[in-house]
């Protein structure tokens, strides 16, 4: 491990979460489940054994009701010591944490506020791309918040930001379209931010308040959704580096994951008000949605420009005798749909190569890497050496690949190169010094922030999520007009040939079609045992059935989508998940019909894969209609959508919520932890307010294995 690497382990393992202490602009005070405090921070007069209706006036019997599984509540004005404070709660582990801040005098959530909140997002909207969003976005939140330096961060690949957007109203130096290392922002403090998505350092030159109980140690209680969380020393000594004296971040994330983050930056000491925190994340969810409306439009657009392409590329093949002769005419319109350098296939022993392509050896090395797991789905990436190290000897010609496989019956592998792209990336400070030399070392923030110059190699531009589905598109689409073109030439020239054919056509079609009635057979014959076994067993058990019962109705439903398609490697999971459902219904009341909605993005998936998020459908399905409304028909919503190379499955209801799901050791819940854990995939349960909302985030595909370099 180099020390860069070394440094940003270490800084991943550090607990931010429970820092043991708070920000001495506010006050926590931590209550048990009798109302009595037994913790506190910051608080200026005695309060540990009081109770806390006796310290603000309202008990945390009141307050506790109303609490999010994750995140705050706002409670409101407080009287406490004397003053009147902001105050906002939440539940942390077994306790119910207060946290006091003061409120600016004047200040409140009036109609004249709410209309300036109107009018700043205007602004947002009235933006023509994203740097031009960016940097009014960066003019929205200074007029916020009052900060000298306001920027917008973007994470890009590797978890480095670049600053897209700035607006500065003193000397202070600017960042803009500089990069920062990823070690900047480590893992933790990333998932922080999605789930608590303002932060305010009201002065880095603080002294932390630590917390203190009468008897029970809550040093390590954790505060990931708390508002006056004590930061790490590191980060302070980072932004002090930076000559920074007050700091607030506020989140932009979309579907859940954090797409980047406004960054203010004062010279002086600044707090921020309770108001002016719930405002600034109030735009930046309004600046979110703008961004993915952003992204969702530029790639219909591409999406349309390429089917434009496509067509003109399928019609200018050629015989599909040799492979030259197939690729002769359309072999630049090719390399030009996806913006290549150049175009190779190969097919056996034949070889075709247009534009800028490595050797004829280099090139059937490529392919025969790609082959395979090219036919699952396709292989892309702007850094060929990093997957495969002998091809840094060519990175200048070929640093960029996107390779499909297409099923002929040689298989043909289909090949875009991308030359390298010499990359001069500005830095905010250099990202390989002030580093620790070892996972143990003492961690040190960078010290400089000077503008510094790295010149990248061995990369190329990037392949847009439009262009890979288009590489997928064209392959069908070119399979499609040579079995075609092979069609008329046969009809032409073979007829007694063909009408041979067609009968052992036909025999093969009655053999698959014995071979799928013996196996739907099969598992109707399990189903009936399972139903007769049902009629005579006890009433947990006749539930443990249904269930056996209905994922073997999910196994028999993908087994009769593969008879029925062409293709038997890959399906269309939302097509799938559509006949899933349906078949679900039939066994449930007839209320359901109203109430259970889907919105299913396609998505192309191994047949593999589509079983397993079928059954874990059922699993979550199962679930919601038996606890959420207690087995009536209730509002329930499924939601499928792709993320880069991941899938992203919402089952939501507006039933119970969390309480009322069973979390025990049974069977279900083994088996549906066995699946995601098999996706390589998350599952995470929050509340829906009120409801339960459970999310699968999982690859579309299996994760490539990568061939290690030598060196």
Known sequence: MDDFSAALTSCDREPIHIPGAIQPFGVMLIVDDQD???????????????????LIGKPGSAIAPGLPASGILVVGEVSFNGGIKDCVAYRSGAHLVVELTDKTPGEMLDAA????????GGWLEQSTNLEDLSTQAAKVFQELTGYSRVMVYRFIDGDAGVVLGESISDDSSSFLNHHFPASDIPKQARALYVRNKVRVIADVHYTPAPVRSASTDLSEIDMSDSTVRSVSPVHLQYLKNMGVGASASMSIVNDNMLWGLIACHHHEPRPMSLTTRLACQAVASA?????????????????????GQEDVVVARLGSDERLVDFFAGSGNELAGLLQADGFAAVQGKDLFCIGKCPAEAQVRAVAEFVREPGAIRPIVTSSLGGMLPEAKVYADVASGLLAVTMSTEVPTILMWFRAEQLQVVKWAGNPHKDVAHSPDAQLQPRTSFEAWSESVKGRSSEWTHAEVESAQRIVRLMLEARNNRRMRQLNRELTTSLRENQILVEQKDYLLKEVNHRVQNSLSLVAAFLRMQGRTAGPEAREQLEAAEQRLMAVGLVH??????????????????TELVAELQTSLDDGWSDTLETDLAPVLISTDRAVRVGLVVNELITNATKYAYDGRPGPLHIR??????SLRLVVSDRGKGPAAETQGTGFGSRMLASLVQTLSGTIEREDNRPGLKVSLTAPVMEPMPVTPDPD
């Open 36 to 54: 009595v405090v037994v913790g506190e921070a910051g608080s200026p007069v005695a309060v540990l054994g009081e109770s806390l209706e006796r």
């Open 113 to 120: 506020f709410l209309a300036q909140i109107e009018t700043l």
């Open 287 to 307: 600046l979110a949605r703008q961004v993915k409306a952003r992204d969702d439009r530029q790639l219909f657009r591409e999406r349309i420009r390429l089917r």
């Open 560 to 577: 009769r989508r593969l008879y029925q398609d062409d293709s038997v490697r890959v399906v269309d999971l939302s097509r799938y998940l």
């Open 640 to 645: 499928l959508d792709q993320f880069r190379d």
